[in-house]
């Protein structure tokens, strides 16, 4: 493990030698780091469903060179929406996080910026999103929609559930939905048992992610999963693995795949299968560092799975 990063302002959990801490001017900082630009991974997490949606779409159909651009223009609307949620969140939780020593040192309660600042910040973030959207077709373009609602939901779940993760997996799964209908220009159930699969994935993550938290978390109030589940963590865990795995091979079944392109996109859910795994054999919910790095390296579980469903959508 690098040691700590030793730029005075910077957040805790950023990444070691990310250039918005290195590089960026400084008057541009707070506002990336409200974006969550110098932590990726959140962005990756919502980019890769939208591309298993691709994936799914061209097994049940055909390739088509339409799909290069939704790919591309989910990436732009990934970084433009995952900025413009987590500003939402950092609005609503301001007073929370200058409680957390994760996260005191966040441009907002540590009056880098104001509330009013952030939420101009948001909505520019936010129009970025809709361009993007609005070239994806009638049928993704109502799913993007829809999808604001458990957006704003979402930072408050902790304050009355203890399963805030399911509202996270909810909100960052629809691009799964959203990718496939923006080929198929309709929404079939393979995209939606994706979806219910992304949501097990996501409570699994997150709730490794919610460990390094549980104790200031406890003290202050806030619900999650860890807290839930304590000591049987790792139990609840595998159940979650398993029914990620179980409801994406329910998915790529249901896209009527034959031959190798259903060999090969069940290849790529074994390679993910196989990587829950190892996280599970890593975890040491005593170790917030070993926790962070495990959150991090959901981005190459799911890649792996796009890698093969894209092999398999082209074949």
Same mark, same amino acid.
């Given at each position: 493990?690098?040691?700590? !990063?030793?730029?005075?302002?910077?957040?805790?959990?950023?990444?070691?030698?990310? %250039?918005?801490?290195?590089?960026?001017?400084?008057?541009?900082?707070?506002?990336?780091?409200?974006?969550?630009?110098?932590? =990726?991974?959140?962005?990756?997490?919502?980019?890769?469903?939208?591309? %298993?949606?691709?994936?799914?779409?061209?097994?049940?159909?055909? &390739? /088509?060179?339409?799909?290069?651009?939704?790919?591309?223009?989910?990436?732009?609307?990934?970084? &433009?929406?995952?900025?413009?949620?987590?500003?939402?969140?950092?609005?609503?939780?301001?007073?929370?996080? @200058?409680?957390?020593?994760?996260?005191?040192?966040? =441009?907002?309660?540590?009056?880098?910026?104001?509330?009013?600042?952030?939420?101009?910040?948001?909505?520019?973030?936010?129009?970025?999103?809709?361009?993007?959207?609005?070239?994806?077709?009638?049928?993704?373009?109502?799913? @993007?929609?829809?999808?604001?609602?458990?957006?704003?939901?979402? =930072?408050?779940?902790? /304050?009355?559930?203890?399963?805030?993760?399911?509202? +996270?997996?909810?909100?960052?799964? %629809?691009?799964?939905?959203?990718?496939?209908?923006? #080929? /198929?220009?309709?929404?079939?159930?393979? =995209?939606?048992?994706?979806?219910?699969?992304?949501?097990?994935?996501?409570?699994?993550?997150?709730?490794?992610?919610? #460990?390094?938290?549980?104790?200031?978390?406890?003290?202050?109030?806030?619900?999650?999963?860890?807290?839930?589940?304590?000591?049987?963590?790792?139990?609840?865990?595998?159940?979650?693995?398993?029914?990620?795995?179980? +409801?994406?091979?329910?998915?790529?079944?249901?896209?009527?795949?034959?031959?190798?392109? %259903?060999?090969?996109?069940?290849?790529?859910?074994?390679?993910?299968?196989?990587?829950?795994?190892?996280? +599970?054999?890593?975890?040491? $919910?005593?170790?917030?560092?070993?926790?962070?790095? +495990?959150?991090?390296?959901?981005?190459?579980?799911? $890649? !792996?799975?796009?890698?093969?469903?894209?092999?398999?959508?082209?074949?």
């Amino acid at each position: 493990m690098k040691p700590a !990063i030793q730029i005075p302002d910077a957040v805790r959990d950023a990444v070691n030698g990310n %250039w918005v801490d290195n590089t960026a001017p400084l008057s541009w900082r707070p506002w990336l780091r409200l974006s969550r630009i110098d932590r =990726p991974i959140g962005t990756w997490l919502l980019l890769l469903p939208c591309w %298993w949606g691709i994936g799914l779409a061209m097994m049940g159909d055909r &390739a /088509r060179w339409f799909d290069l651009w939704i790919a591309i223009a989910c990436a732009i609307g990934a970084v &433009a929406m995952r900025g413009a949620g987590c500003t939402w969140n950092d609005i609503t939780d301001r007073d929370i996080d @200058g409680s957390v020593d994760r996260t005191r040192k966040r =441009p907002i309660p540590s009056g880098q910026v104001t509330v009013r600042g952030a939420l101009i910040w948001m909505g520019a973030q936010a129009l970025i999103g809709l361009a993007m959207l609005l070239t994806l077709g009638g049928a993704a373009i109502w799913l @993007g929609v829809l999808s604001l609602l458990p957006v704003a939901i979402y =930072p408050f779940a902790k /304050r009355f559930t203890w399963w805030p993760q399911v509202f +996270l997996g909810i909100a960052f799964n %629809w691009g799964v939905m959203l990718a496939y209908a923006a #080929h /198929r220009g309709q929404l079939d159930m393979a =995209p939606v048992i994706a979806w219910f699969g992304g949501i097990a994935w996501t409570v699994f993550y997150d709730t490794i992610y919610a #460990h390094q938290d549980r104790e200031y978390d406890a003290l202050i109030g806030v619900k999650s999963t860890a807290r839930l589940f304590g000591e049987n963590t790792r139990t609840w865990l595998i159940v979650f693995g398993i029914l990620a795995v179980l +409801l994406l091979a329910m998915a790529i079944g249901m896209t009527g795949a034959e031959g190798a392109s %259903w060999y090969l996109a069940m290849a790529g859910l074994a390679g993910f299968a196989g990587h829950l795994v190892w996280q +599970l054999l890593t975890l040491d $919910l005593d170790d917030a560092d070993i926790q962070l790095m +495990l959150f991090r390296s959901n981005r190459d579980t799911g $890649l !792996i799975l796009v890698g093969f469903l894209a092999i398999a959508g082209i074949v």
